[in-house]
């Protein structure tokens, strides 16, 4: 789950990293209200979880309280890479002397977190990592130690920073660290950490991604979700414990199993279809969950076929195969279907889709070709 | 014959009163797979599977009692973190996490205390290890294979029953089959399991099963032109997967234009890996 910059600032200040005094307003006359309070010039902020924020103009500079209020009804209007903005932070605008990257994430081939640091802060260290690599520098955390000190001044001396300002950095790094396991993040990135022109270090953005798998134990982080953020038919799905992604294709498909959906996505692509989404029905196929996951495929109204893969392991065929006869009863629909079913008590589960007129098929290969077909008639009709 | 398990694998099954580690339990045993104990804190002293299974409190009780060298472990996710440090803890060589849903930081502490201790973790968020005709630990349905001298490993659940399936029904038989977990941190990676078959006398050749996210397969590539003698086939799932969206498993994520499966197929061919287009065909690419 992303948290929004001003969430995430939130967080960091309670750790002992300085940010610019600021407050999230979410009509431009609070805005305006927020940048009287602060005086001077402010930075208006749209509040949108993807990157690219400022390219697209949605961080702006304003010199008055009637400016702010001016630039925040433009950005509130507007949409950032189609996500409309909803929310604007207005701080107060820093005299920046230098910028600089400060972020902790898992690393999947150390198997540990991974604190990285860079001279270029203010561009994305991905931008960083491929023109000039030789200004990144890592250090990997032992999970079980933690930040140790040294490592955070090797950062502190490798990025060549004056040394007056280690042992705030030091700090910094500490808490970013704190932080990021503390609200079980998978990343805490500051982009820009900055040096202000009477020589401290603040936190000019801040970025958090939380693990999912950790909310459980975040009852505080689980309540910042912004459901705005999340399309309707994702968030239906995970009401259901289904896994969804909408796609741009035009065959739906339902899966058991991650790594069988995002095969059976590749295997209509390499029969010349396109899937309109992924769907991980997950262990188990009840009526109610098959019906679910369908409602929310054919939500997405550009479905012209509906493709079903399901490997029977523990899950037993006939079972999903009643799951999705009733499902269909729940669901009114003409867009075709096929159903590619195999594995355990695979023939009594053909037996009841027969019966009922269901198409079937008897391989991946199979299906995916006649759910391309299947739609390539509806699209010719 | 195999690697990892065997006929000599005696199990513990952590979790064994739950509804998924009971269900489990008796499918695993009617295969024939060797369970020896139980382990369920406070219910220490019941019997189950008939009155066959003895159940105890804690691991390194089942442990010294049982002989027990390899457990598998079916808890929620919130315990699972806890369930294989004290599986470590007791001395278990072997532990195979089938739990989805361990929080990342939790799997980061786990992976260094018991790479400490000497122990091997397979998983989480894995359908286990089975080896056909001799031992099933984990949920592999055991029906979909049978003996013989193909290494299978997998990141993926379903994806590797269907394989399975597709090399059981040419008559192929596997030697071990390695689910080895969708999570972006786990316990063993595809490097682990390649170097065991390489080393393992009835394994002739190996399939190895990929998905986006991470680098894992990059690396097995590197492994596969450097160390292996024997061949290769492999699959990788997620070709049509968009960046930046959880496909599912956490760990199948692309990122930051890195985890790409055209990368991967790159890299596995470039090692001299024949990679087949759909899941269907493995048979026909295997040697």
């Known amino acids: 789950m992303k948290l929004h910059e001003y969430q995430a600032k939130q967080i960091f200040s309670q750790y002992g990293i300085a940010i610019p005094r600021g407050r999230v307003a979410s009509t431009a006359s609070e805005a305006k209200s927020v940048a009287q309070e602060l005086g001077g010039r402010v930075v208006v902020k749209s509040q949108v979880l993807v990157g690219g924020r400022g390219k697209a103009g949605g961080i702006r500079l304003a010199n008055t309280p009637s400016e702010a209020e001016e630039v925040a009804t433009q950005i509130l209007a507007m949409q950032v890479k189609g996500l409309p903005v909803r929310k604007v932070l207005v701080d107060e605008a820093a005299t920046i002397v230098e910028e600089i990257y400060l972020g902790v994430t898992n690393d999947r081939g150390a198997r540990s977190p991974v604190m990285i640091a860079s001279s270029e802060g203010g561009i994305e260290i991905e931008e960083v990592a491929r023109i000039m690599p030789e200004r990144l520098f890592r250090i990997t955390i032992e999970p079980l130690l933690g930040l140790r000190e040294y490592q955070a001044r090797y950062l502190a001396a490798s990025i060549e920073l004056r040394r007056e300002l280690w042992r705030e950095f030091v700090g910094i790094a500490q808490g970013l660290y704190t932080a990021y396991t503390e609200s079980d993040a998978t990343l805490a990135e500051i982009n820009p950490l900055v040096i202000t022109g009477d020589g401290r270090l603040i936190a000019l953005d801040a970025k958090m991604v939380v693990d999912d798998n950790a909310l459980f134990r975040h009852a505080e982080l689980a309540e910042m979700r912004d459901f705005d953020e999340e399309a309707p038919p994702e968030r239906e799905a995970r009401k259901y414990g289904l896994s969804y992604v909408k796609l741009d294709g035009d065959i739906g498909c339902m899966v058991n199993g991650a790594g069988l959906a995002m095969a059976t996505m590749d295997v209509i692509k390499l029969f010349g279809g396109e899937p309109a989404n992924f769907l991980d029905i997950g262990g188990g196929a009840g009526a109610d969950k098959v019906a679910a996951a369908l409602g929310i495929i054919l939500s997405d109204s550009n479905v012209q076929a509906v493709l079903f893969n399901i490997f029977g392991g523990i899950t037993r065929c006939d079972e999903v195969a009643r799951g999705i006869l009733m499902a269909l009863k729940e669901v009114s629909t003409d867009v075709p279907m096929v159903v590619r079913l195999t594995g355990t008590n695979e023939a009594e589960g053909q037996r009841i889709l027969a019966e009922a007129d269901m198409l079937t098929a008897g391989s991946l290969s199979e299906a995916a070709q006649t759910a391309v077909s299947l739609a390539n008639e509806r699209h010719s009709v | ?287």
């Open chain 2, 1 to 287: 014959m195999s690697i990892l398990v065997d006929k000599k694998t005696r199990l513990l099954v952590q979790g064994i009163t739950g509804r998924e580690g009971f269900f489990h339990a008796t499918q695993m045993m009617e295969y024939g797979t060797q369970i020896v104990a139980g382990v369920t804190p406070g219910k220490g002293g019941e019997w189950v599977l008939d009155g066959k299974i003895p159940v105890f409190d804690t691991v390194v009780g089942a442990a010294e009692t049982t002989g027990a060298n390899c457990s598998v472990i079916f808890v929620p996710a919130r315990f699972a973190a806890d369930a294989i440090l004290e599986a470590a803890d007791g001395g278990i060589p072997l532990i195979v996490c089938i739990t989805e849903g361990v929080p990342v930081q939790d799997m980061m502490q786990a992976r260094s205390y018991i790479t400490q201790h000497g122990s091997r973790l397979i998983g989480p968020n894995c359908p286990g290890v089975l080896t056909p005709g001799a031992s099933k630990v984990g949920i592999i349905p055991g029906n979909i294979a049978i003996p013989g001298s193909i290494g299978v490993v997998s990141r993926s659940g379903t994806l590797t029953y269907e394989v399975l399936y597709a090399l059981q029904r040419k008559e192929l038989g596997v030697s071990t089959c390695v689910g080895i977990g969708g999570d972006p941190i786990n316990g063993t990676s595809f490097l682990d399991v390649l170097a065991m078959f390489e080393d393992d006398p009835h394994t002739d050749q190996v399939v190895l099963i990929g998905e986006i996210g991470g680098t894992d397969e990059e690396r097995a590539a590197e492994f596969i032109a450097d160390h292996m003698t024997k061949p290769v086939a492999a699959f990788v799932a997620g070709m049509t997967a968009p960046a930046d969206k959880r496909m599912g498993h956490a760990g199948a994520i692309v990122e930051g234009g890195s985890g790409l499966a055209a990368d991967k197929i790159a890299a596995l061919k470039s090692a001299g890996v024949r990679v087949a287009e759909h899941p269907d065909l493995i048979p026909e690419v295997v040697a």
